[in-house]
C-alpha cells in the first residue's frame, strides 16, 4: 500500500528544473512558429545573419545640420582661466536673485508653475506690456525654434542676415525649412539686402539687435522700414538678447513697434545681463495668436521653479542692471581705443553696443595665431571660422583686470608679429 498522502505532489529540484527548462524550449519554438505563420520571418535567423538592419535613419535635413557650438571653457591644459568666450556677465549675478534661487530649491519635488504666471507678471510690469501677450522659454533659444517651427516647414525659407546668431539657420533646418543669408554692410545688418531677399516663400525673418557675433547695432527706423515693407503674413522676430546694454528707451522701442504689430515677435533673455545663464531662461513677447501658437508647441513646465524666482529677483534689482550696463560701457570704450592703437599692426573692432567686441585682423598676426596666442595666456576668446569669420575674435568685456589683462596680450602677439 502507498504510503504517500494524497494531494498536489512537490516535485524535487533536479525534476522542476528540468521540467521549466522543457516548457521554455517548448514556448520558444511556439512563438517562433508563431511568427513565421503570422509575419513570414525567422526572428533569430534575422538577428543573425540580416546585415541591413541599421536602425532608424533621420530626416535628411536634420543629418546636414551641424549642432551648436559653444564656446569654449577650459585650456588644453585644464589650468584656471580667464572665459571671455561667451558674453556672460562679469560681475556674476544680483545677490537678491541669488538668494531667490536658493531658497526656491526648498520645492524640488513639485513641478513648477508651467505658465510662469509671476513671472510673466513681473516683465509686463516692468516693461509696461502685457501678460498674456508673453512667454517664457529656456533661454531664448527656445523660443527661436518656437517660431521657426510654429511658422515655417520644409519648402519655406527663413531670412537672417550674414553673421547672424547661429541658431538661426539651425532652427530652420531643425524643422526642414531652407535657411536664407542676406548679405551685411560691414558686419552690419543691411535692411535693403533683407528686402532684397524675401521671396513668396519666406515665412521668418530672425533680426538681432544688437548682433551677435558682430554687436552692430540697428537704428529703430531702419527696423520700422523693414517692417512697412515686408509682407504682413510673414513673422519678424526681433532677437534682443542684449536689450539691456542698450538706452532704456532703445531697448524699450521694439516692444512698442510690437504693441500694435500683428506679426512682430521679440525675444529677450536673462542669460546675459541678469547674469542668469546656468537657469536658462528668457521670454517673448508678440501678438496673442502669435504667442497661443508658440504656446502649443513648447514643452511643458520648461522654465524651473527656482528660475522663476530668481528671474523675478533679478528684475527688481536694476540697480544691478544699472550697475552692469555702466561697467560696460565703460570697459567695452576702453578696449576698443586700445584696439585701435593697434590698427597699424591689422587690428580693427567692429562698432558694438552689446557687451563684447568683434575684433577682426587683416595684418600679419592671424585671428587663428591670436586665439591660441591668448589661449596659451590663460584668456579663452571666441574664435569663429563655422560662422564665415576665420579672421575674427568675438571677446567679451569682462572685469577691470581681465579686459586690462586680455589687452596687454594682444598686445604681447601683435609684438610677436611685427
Known amino acids: 500500500m502507498s504510503t504517500r498522502k494524497p494531494g498536489p505532489v512537490r516535485a524535487e529540484p533536479v525534476e522542476a528544473l528540468s521540467f521549466l527548462l522543457n516548457l521554455t524550449k517548448e514556448n520558444a519554438a511556439l512563438r517562433q512558429a508563431q511568427g513565421k505563420r503570422l509575419f513570414g520571418f525567422n526572428r533569430t535567423k534575422n538577428r543573425s545573419s540580416d546585415t541591413r538592419m541599421t536602425g532608424p535613419t533621420p530626416k535628411p535635413w536634420i543629418a546636414a545640420m551641424t549642432p551648436y557650438k559653444a564656446g569654449r571653457a577650459k585650456t588644453a591644459s585644464g589650468g584656471p582661466v580667464v572665459k571671455l568666450s561667451s558674453n556672460e556677465n562679469p560681475l556674476g549675478t544680483s545677490v537678491d536673485a541669488e538668494r531667490a534661487l536658493s531658497e526656491a530649491r526648498g520645492s524640488l519635488a513639485r513641478y513648477p508653475d508651467p505658465a510662469s504666471t509671476a513671472l510673466r507678471e513681473a516683465i509686463a510690469e516692468l516693461n509696461e506690456i502685457e501678460a498674456e501677450r508673453i512667454i517664457c522659454g529656456t533661454g531664448s533659444d527656445e523660443i527661436l525654434h518656437l517660431a521657426a ?3 515655417a516647414s520644409a519648402g519655406d525659407e527663413i531670412l537672417y542676415v550674414r553673421y547672424g546668431f547661429t541658431v538661426y539657420p539651425l532652427s530652420a533646418q531643425r524643422v526642414g525649412a531652407t535657411p536664407v543669408e542676406a548679405a551685411d554692410t560691414d558686419y552690419a545688418t543691411d535692411i535693403d539686402a ?3 531677399a524675401i521671396t513668396p516663400k519666406t515665412r521668418v525673418i530672425f533680426l538681432a539687435n544688437p548682433n551677435n557675433p558682430t554687436g552692430t547695432y540697428t537704428p529703430m527706423t531702419e ?6 515693407a515686408m509682407p504682413p503674413d510673414c513673422l519678424l522676430v526681433i532677437d534682443q538678447a542684449y536689450a539691456e546694454y542698450l538706452e532704456p528707451d532703445e531697448a ?3 516692444l512698442e513697434l510690437a504693441h500694435n504689430a500683428s506679426n512682430i515677435l521679440i525675444t529677450r533673455t536673462f542669460s546675459k545681463i541678469y547674469g542668469l545663464a546656468a537657469e536658462r531662461i528668457g521670454w517673448g513677447y508678440g501678438p496673442a495668436p502669435v504667442i497661443d501658437a508658440l504656446n502649443r508647441i513648447r514643452a511643458p513646465f520648461n522654465v524651473t521653479t527656482a528660475g522663476q524666482a530668481a528671474a523675478m529677483a533679478a528684475l527688481a534689482d536694476q540697480g544691478f542692471v544699472a550697475k552692469s550696463r555702466a561697467h560696460n560701457r565703460k570697459w567695452r570704450s576702453w578696449l576698443t581705443n586700445r584696439i585701435a592703437a593697434m590698427g597699424n599692426a591689422g587690428l580693427r573692432a567692429i562698432p558694438s ?3 563684447f567686441l568683434l575684433i577682426l585682423f587683416e595684418g600679419k598676426l592671424t585671428a587663428e595665431q591670436a ?5 596659451e595666456r590663460d584668456f579663452i576668446t571666441r574664435w569663429l571660422p563655422g560662422q564665415q569669420l576665420p579672421h575674427a575674435l568675438r571677446i567679451t568685456i569682462g572685469t577691470e583686470d581681465e579686459t586690462r589683462g586680455v589687452a596687454a596680450a594682444l598686445e604681447e602677439l601683435v609684438a610677436a608679429h611685427l
Do not use: F, K, S
Open 149 to 151: 517651427g510654429a511658422y
Open 194 to 196: 533683407l528686402l532684397a
Open 223 to 228: 527696423i520700422q522700414r523693414l517692417h512697412d
Open 252 to 254: 524699450q522701442a521694439p
Open 353 to 355: 553696443e552689446a557687451n
Open 371 to 375: 586665439y591660441e596666442g591668448l589661449m
